[in-house]
């Protein structure tokens, strides 16, 4: 290399399923030409399932249209605007001002780094959950910030100890990065919660940015930060239809909050691209006009897989809240565990058992330690992966088991 990299970028490491991906690839070059079957992946919580046809259908009528390849708009169809503020409306009883309240994103992971980039100067702190997504650490870590954790524990319900934080040095921080329903361990939010976040923020000047896209997976209440007294002063949420709607790869997002923050996100935003492909858009606002009847259907299918993924967890010993939302199944594994057996002892529980499934079997999990210190003792199970595949990792589970 003819150039040092950004001293940014010595901070953070290649996106740990971006790696494990390529693992897996190697992987099942090797099993293939031995012919064995190719490894199980119930890593990644990408959906299987098909987006609303009616996506599906403006997506491609449009796209055959003159005149809709050109550049758009940086803040996107004022009707694909209306759409998410009628979204938050009907599901979470929230009003947003469609014009200045509402900013479309290429997938609400875009809106990580770009808040991160709109409000952090070198030095300044973000308090980031552990266990949490690792993207709110490494987009923190590439603007120069402090990384500040703040745990969350089981026994608490994986909910932030708000008498923790009031103890803890505030002096400094700027952002709080929340994600409910929780993501890893399936944790859900309550109105109360929200409220509480939102007055730790009003009161000590922090900026709240909760994370919102598992809301309606394995869950009947959808809720909302900024429908809490006083959340649109010192709060944005981050949303999309990647999870919800099973359109993880078409990257339709959005970030919500009052105009004075989403102005300074626009700042950063328009900078970075030139507005979303208009049958995108399109395809977004035909998916935003899905009733709770979509999502009834979704969760039927949601709730066989969590039943079998829990029996998983039965077969390997794993204790797991069988009520949990999202697209995950989070489970915790003891120091008795006879899969344990035969494994590297330097490295966490969570982890030495992930290894073993995946080099014994061709079974892949995600250890909980890349999520933060509080995951160590945990693995996670994808939901994005039909019924019989579930059955039939479980079969090479207990097969492992019983050598």
Same mark, same amino acid.
């Given at each position: 290399?003819?150039?040092?990299?950004?001293?940014?970028?010595?901070?953070?490491?290649?996106?740990?399923?971006?790696?494990?991906?390529?693992?897996?690839?190697?992987?099942?070059?090797?099993?293939?030409?031995?012919?064995?079957?190719?490894?199980?992946?119930?890593?990644?919580?990408?959906?299987?399932?098909?987006?609303?046809?009616?996506?599906?259908?403006?997506?491609?009528?449009?796209?055959?249209?003159?005149?809709?390849?050109?550049?758009?708009?940086?803040?996107?169809?004022?009707?694909?605007?209306?759409?998410?503020?009628?979204?938050?409306?009907?599901?979470?009883?929230?009003?947003?001002?469609?014009?200045?309240?509402?900013?479309?994103?290429?997938?609400?992971?875009?809106?990580?780094?770009?808040?991160?980039?709109?409000?952090?100067?070198?030095?300044?702190?973000?308090?980031?959950?552990?266990?949490?997504?690792?993207?709110?650490?490494?987009?923190?870590?590439?603007?120069?910030?402090?990384?500040?954790?703040?745990?969350?524990?089981?026994?608490?319900?994986?909910?932030?100890?708000?008498?923790?934080?009031?103890?803890?040095?505030?002096?400094?921080?700027?952002?709080?990065?929340?994600?409910?329903?929780?993501?890893?361990?399936?944790?859900?939010?309550?109105?109360?919660?929200?409220?509480?976040?939102?007055?730790?923020?009003?009161?000590?000047?922090?900026?709240?940015?909760?994370?919102?896209?598992?809301?309606?997976?394995?869950?009947?209440?959808?809720?909302?930060?900024?429908?809490?007294?006083?959340?649109?002063?010192?709060?944005?949420?981050?949303?999309?239809?990647?999870?919800?709607?099973?359109?993880?790869?078409?990257?339709?997002?959005?970030?919500?909050? *009052? $105009?004075?923050?989403?102005? %300074?996100?626009?700042?950063? &935003?328009? +900078?970075?691209?030139? #507005?979303? !492909?208009?049958?995108?858009?399109?395809?977004?606002?035909?998916?935003?006009?899905?009733?709770?009847?979509?999502?009834?259907?979704?969760?039927?299918?949601?709730?066989?897989?969590?039943?079998?993924?829990?029996?998983?967890?039965?077969?390997?010993?794993?204790?797991?809240?069988?009520?949990?939302?999202?697209?995950?199944?989070?489970?915790?594994?003891?120091?008795?565990?006879?899969?344990?057996?035969?494994?590297? *002892? $330097?490295?966490?529980?969570? %982890?030495?058992?992930?290894? &073993?499934? +995946?080099?014994?079997? #061709?079974? !892949?999990?995600?250890?909980?330690?890349?999520?933060?210190?509080?995951?160590?003792?945990?693995?996670?199970?994808?939901?994005?992966?039909?019924?019989?595949?579930?059955?039939?990792?479980?079969?090479?589970?207990?097969?492992?088991?019983?050598?």
């Amino acid at each position: 290399m003819i150039i040092k990299p950004a001293h940014r970028t010595e901070s953070v490491q290649e996106y740990y399923f971006s790696r494990k991906l390529k693992e897996i690839d190697a992987m099942n070059a090797e099993r293939l030409a031995k012919g064995e079957q190719k490894v199980i992946n119930l890593g990644i919580g990408a959906p299987d399932g098909m987006p609303p046809m009616e996506a599906i259908q403006a997506l491609t009528e449009s796209a055959s249209q003159p005149g809709n390849h050109a550049y758009q708009s940086y803040i996107g169809l004022p009707a694909l605007r209306s759409a998410f503020a009628d979204w938050y409306k009907r599901f979470y009883h929230v009003d947003l001002n469609p014009a200045n309240e509402i900013q479309p994103l290429v997938g609400s992971k875009e809106g990580i780094l770009l808040i991160s980039l709109a409000f952090i100067d070198k030095g300044d702190k973000v308090l980031v959950p552990d266990p949490g997504y690792p993207t709110y650490t490494s987009a923190s870590k590439m603007v120069e910030a402090e990384i500040v954790t703040y745990d969350l524990k089981e026994e608490n319900h994986w909910w932030p100890d708000f008498d923790a934080l009031e103890k803890m040095d505030l002096t400094g921080v700027k952002i709080m990065w929340t994600n409910y329903p929780h993501m890893p361990t399936g944790a859900k939010a309550t109105t109360e919660l929200y409220q509480k976040l939102a007055d730790f923020g009003n009161r000590h000047g922090i900026l709240v940015v909760n994370d919102n896209p598992y809301s309606f997976i394995l869950n009947d209440n959808p809720n909302s930060i900024l429908a809490a007294d006083g959340a649109k002063n010192c709060c944005l949420e981050l949303n999309s239809l990647s999870k919800a709607h099973n359109m993880s790869g078409w990257r339709i997002g959005m970030v919500a909050g *009052s $105009s004075e923050l989403i102005s %300074e996100v626009l700042k950063v &935003k328009s +900078q970075m691209d030139s #507005g979303m !492909f208009k049958p995108l858009q399109l395809a977004g606002i035909a998916a935003l006009s899905q009733g709770p009847e979509w999502f009834s259907k979704l969760n039927e299918e949601y709730k066989v897989r969590r039943v079998e993924a829990g029996k998983i967890f039965d077969t390997i010993g794993a204790t797991y809240d069988h009520d949990s939302s999202g697209l995950f199944l989070w489970g915790k594994v003891s120091e008795d565990n006879p899969l344990l057996e035969g494994t590297d *002892s $330097s490295k966490c529980l969570g %982890e030495r058992i992930a290894d &073993k499934k +995946q080099k014994k079997k #061709g079974v !892949f999990i995600t250890p909980g330690v890349i999520f933060g210190k509080n995951g160590e003792n945990y693995i996670r199970v994808s939901l994005c992966a039909k019924p019989e595949i579930l059955i039939e990792s479980r079969k090479k589970i207990e097969e492992l088991l019983s050598k």
